[in-house]
């Protein structure tokens, strides 16, 4: 599915751009593909199981999987992580932000394989970033911003496209669908840590936010940061 003109959403089960298990949602994140002069720049990269169909979804669009040269990661749950070490057997590099980093390259809990049924496959992570730190990537200016409490290495990644501010929030947010927050079973989920990353982030204004599961948020972002604020002051105080 075309976002704006170069910016793609591959994967993602809630609203069927890709399937995992009958029965089974949020089993496989939203991933985001950026197509750059340089080559693409993916963002998470979903369970494992479905990477064949984000290929083939990539392909519809004139998109080479043998194009892929970055990913970044949102944070380390097995539905956003998943599928890395694929990436990685291909030469991809992986950006993440060091509690990633470290989650992923041990395979542990905070990986969230047990929710899944599932064994996470360990990955190495190639470049660490931290938070309010900015970088270029084929070209493309892209800001960290480290939002714990889903998780401790919850990760939106902000940047400019087409005229538009987009960013790229994980689960930071929960889907219309289903609640304000990302799910709270994590084992670094933090509620503490999580409100304070939402009194940030409502801070923030956006044109597009593009979410890990459900639908895209086209208009007036920051209304949904600050709804979820709201809950979460309201419900964990």
């Known amino acids: 599915m075309q976002v704006l003109k170069n910016l793609f959403q591959v994967g993602g089960d809630l609203n069927g751009i890709t399937f995992d298990q009958p029965g089974a949602l949020w089993n496989d994140a939203n991933s985001y593909v950026l197509k750059t002069a340089q080559g693409l720049i993916l963002f998470d ?3 494992g ?50 509690e990633t980093a470290d989650a992923v390259a041990s395979g542990d809990e905070r990986c969230c394989g047990y929710l899944y049924h599932k064994i ?6 190639d470049q660490l970033v931290v938070d309010s730190q900015r970088l270029t990537v084929l070209g493309v200016e892209i800001e960290v911003m480290h ?4 998780s401790r290495g919850c990760t939106a990644f902000l940047f400019n496209w087409e005229q538009k501010r987009v960013v790229i929030s994980g689960d930071v947010i929960g889907t219309l669908l289903s609640g304000d ?10 509620k503490t840590m999580y409100t304070e990353s939402l009194r940030r982030f409502a801070k923030v204004d956006t044109d597009l936010m593009l979410p890990g599961h459900g639908m895209i948020y086209f208009h007036k972002p920051r209304r949904r940061v600050e709804e ?9 105080r």
């Open 120 to 125: 996470f496959q360990p990955v190495t992570v």
């Open 147 to 150: 939002l714990p409490g889903h």
């Open 49 to 98: 199981d479905t990477m064949e169909q984000i290929f083939a979804n990539m392909r519809y669009w004139d998109l080479s999987p043998d194009d892929i040269r970055v990913c970044f990661l949102t944070h380390a749950h097995y539905d956003h992580a998943g599928g890395a070490h694929l990436l990685k057997e291909r030469g991809v590099k992986f950006i993440a932000i060091g």
């Open 45 to 47: 990269c979903g369970c």
């Open 228 to 236: 979820a604020l709201n809950s979460a002051l309201m419900q964990w």
């Open 181 to 190: 927050f990302g799910w709270s079973g994590s084992i670094d989920f933090d």
